[in-house]
């Protein structure tokens, strides 16, 4: 099993920064794909970004390309997500997940999950 805890969410300025934490506890967390997803009230949760258990392979979402960044310390039992160039729509709840192995895109594939975090960007 894995244990996922976010920290970093607030409050920001359009156009700054945030550093999103994945703390994990659990011995599967070394052969775990981690994601971050995130969901606004009403909507459905939404694919933000993945890694792969190993850290050689990221994934993102077209709405992201180009300002976040994914990564993991698998010395550190962490994945983090930075945010940069953020914009109001960015605001959400913001949750880590786990699934062994490889990444994917559906929230379906998920085993576990975080509490969540929330992101949110003022205009």
């Known amino acids: 099993q894995v244990q996922l805890v976010e920290s970093g969410g607030g409050l920001v300025q359009a156009g700054g920064s945030l550093r999103l934490s994945c703390a994990a506890s659990?011995?599967?967390?070394?052969?775990?794909?981690i994601a971050w997803f995130r969901q606004v009230p009403g909507t459905e949760r939404e694919f933000v970004a993945a890694?792969?258990?190993?850290?050689?392979?990221?994934y993102s979402s077209d709405s992201v390309k180009g300002r976040f960044t994914i990564s993991r310390d698998n010395a550190k039992n962490t994945v983090y997500l930075q945010m940069n160039s953020l914009k109001p729509e960015d605001t959400a709840v913001y949750y880590c997940?786990?699934?062994?192995?490889?990444?994917?895109?559906?929230?379906?594939?998920?085993?576990?999950w975080g509490q969540g975090t929330q992101v949110t960007v003022s205009s």
């Open positions: 997940a786990a699934r062994a192995l490889q990444p994917g895109m559906f929230p379906s594939e998920y085993y576990y």
């Open positions: 659990g011995r599967s967390f070394i052969s775990s794909a």
């Open positions: 890694v792969s258990w190993s850290g050689d392979s990221t």
